[in-house]
């Protein structure tokens, strides 16, 4: 019975240390259980006013977790997210990133606009744009500016 013991203890070990390993259902890896986050398709017309613009971009998170965008700022103005609501927008404060889904700003629908621009921007350059999440962090995307006239291929 004594020999046995020592046995015993090390398979009850065993036992405690595998119910501490990651959840097989949630997922493969520990990113399955967080956000994941990547942004794509960024871009912004030429403004054709001297103050204000607009910006388009997708945020795909690949993770188990949802995230929120909590604010967007950037060098060159103050920057609000907007949702298109029938023919109305309304500016809004945080938009939720699904698990394992998208946030897509494009035209007619949800977008970044940009007012009291220190300088208007020009197509050629880039615009930088921090993305502020709750659990991701920050986020910096340079953002092409297009002409005005500009429709990506994807239609986002």
């Given amino acids: 019975m004594r020999r046995l013991a020592p ?3 090390v398979l009850a070990g065993a036992l405690v240390l595998a119910g501490c390993g990651t959840d097989s259902g949630s997922g493969s890896g520990s990113g399955a259980s967080r956000a994941e986050l990547s942004v794509s398709g960024a871009y912004m017309p030429q403004p054709v006013s001297d103050s204000m613009a607009a910006g388009f971009l997708t945020v795909t998170n690949k993770g188990g977790t949802k995230d929120e965008l909590t604010s967007v700022t950037s ?6 997210a907007h949702e298109t609501v029938g023919s109305a927008m309304q500016e809004v404060k945080d938009l939720d990133v699904p698990a394992h889904g998208q946030l897509v700003f494009k035209s007619g629908g949800s977008h970044l606009m940009f007012e009291k ?9 880039k615009v930088t744009v921090k993305l502020h999440f709750t659990e991701s962090g920050t986020v910096t995307v340079e953002m092409p500016v297009k002409s005005a006239t500009y429709t990506p291929k994807t239609g986002h």
């Fill in 75 to 80: 060098d060159i103005g103050e920057v609000t």
């Fill in 7 to 9: 046995v015993t203890a």
């Fill in 117 to 125: 621009l220190k300088r208007k921007p020009k197509q050629g350059e």
